[in-house]
């Protein structure tokens, strides 16, 4: 199949992307040549974009701390998709997904949206993460969160 550049312009054709092994595991039992296989397919689908997840509780155990392993895993991820003509939109806080809630180990109840504590750890996440791949051509946007409101039980 041809590679597409991705740096064209076009339509975005994308899809929401777990693994196929291993769904919002697939950080933790890490498989790169199953992963290459999914983009492959992704490509040969036709698709240019996919929006992948960072799960929560294993990238941020403790406030402060950020999994290198996680971050090691996703550049390898970026790699494989760049090498597929996939553009990426990584998802950073994902508390909920398809009905299940997996909190942040250490969130213990605060306010994921107004407590201060909160916020100040989230933001020191996001710079951590963002400052890593700033520049990686790879990535085509960030979005924050994923089903907030389910998450947290408020829009606050």
């Known amino acids: 199949m041809r ?49 992948s997840f960072f799960w929560t509780p294993q990238l941020n155990p403790l406030p402060g701390v950020i999994n290198p392993e996680v971050l090691d895993r996703f550049e390898a991820f970026l790699s494989i998709c760049a090498s597929h003509g996939i553009r990426v939109f990584p998802s950073i806080f994902v508390g909920h997904m398809s009905g299940t ?10 306010d994921f949206c107004a407590d201060p504590y909160m916020i100040y750890w989230e933001t020191e996440l996001l710079r951590k993460i963002v400052s890593r791949f700033r520049g990686n051509k790879t990535i085509f946007g960030w979005i924050l969160t ?5 998450y947290t039980g408020s829009m606050s």
Do not use: C, T
């Open 101 to 110: 809630n997996w909190d942040i180990p250490w969130r213990q109840g605060r």
């Open 3 to 51: 590679r597409r550049n991705l740096d064209a312009q076009g339509f975005i054709v994308g899809a929401n992307y777990w693994a196929s092994h291993a769904a919002h595991k697939m950080w933790e039992n890490w498989d790169p040549s199953i992963i290459d296989k999914d983009m492959a397919l992704a490509e040969e689908l036709g698709l240019n974009a996919i929006r």
């Open 146 to 150: 994923n089903e907030l409101p389910n």
